[in-house]
């Protein structure tokens, strides 16, 4: 009895956390004129959202503006626990509805990454902070969710 209370108890408490998420699923275009971009090297960008309950998937494909197309994928736990990526050390949670994605790249620089769908959920903001013995800069994206395959049908 007392074990079948614990596991409902943990069942309630990860759908409440759940659903205080935000839900970042989908696809996502770069609106640049609602984002504060620190230079004029990037032309655009598209994020593909897999959200679970406990992981997440972010296809990234951006083009700078001499034409240049980079793709990276993220897959990791959202419990906090360490991702090992090419060489990087990713590790994801969730702060209340945010999305956090803390990556320490190779020359010793740390990306933080707040996502966060609008109430709507038209709009995805995304707090990008770089942080490095040099300082710290911070920029802001907004994205547009473009509508699924199923919607245009």
Known sequence: MFKRLCVSALALSAAAMAAGRSDLN???????????????????????????????????????????????????????????????????????????????????VVVKRRLKASDDGRTLSVEVTRMASSGEKSESFSFSRQPTATAQR
Do not use: F, P
Not at 31 to 60: C, F, N, P, W, Y
Not at 96 to 107: D, K, W, Y
């Open 26 to 108: 989908g696809t996502w275009q770069l609106d640049r004129s609602r984002s504060t971009i620190g230079d004029d090297k990037l032309k655009d960008e598209t994020l593909d959202i897999h959200q679970k309950e406990d992981s997440v998937r972010i296809a990234d494909a951006l083009t700078e503006a001499d034409g240049k197309q980079r793709k990276s994928d993220i897959q990791c736990n959202t419990l906090g626990k360490e991702c090992k990526l090419k060489g990087e050390q990713v590790s994801a949670w969730y702060n209340g509805e945010a999305l956090v994605i803390m990556e320490t790249l190779r020359n010793d």
